[in-house]
């Protein structure tokens, strides 16, 4: 986990989702916004690949910004998952295209921020 402390009030916190490889990318992007931020690692559920969920605080005017951040830290790309062919009669497996990437960012008001 990593920790960048902010004298701002925080009065938003973004959840960001983001692919483990753009990690490095949307932290640094991130911080030069001068946003608290936390990671955690986790694991998508349908594709089961490795992921960072980001824990951003930061004034509600700086929500664009953040955005934008992670907006051009973030890609999207293709994966190719398989999947069994309906009606084969035998267990052939036939590769298709997912669309993976960029970033899933949830915001959610803080009632309530303080440093201990």
Known sequence: MEKKMSNSPIHL????????????AATKSLQSTGAAL?????????????NATLLIGLPAEKEADALKALHEACRQRIEYMTLPLEGSPMPMLSPV?????????FALPVERFEQI
Do not use: H, K, M, N
């Open 13 to 24: 916190l973004l959840v960001a989702i983001v692919q483990e490889q753009d990690l490095d």
């Open 38 to 50: 936390t990671y955690l690692s986790s694991a998508g559920g349908f594709l089961g690949r490795r």
């Open 97 to 105: 295209p997912v669309t993976v990437g960029g970033a899933t960012v």
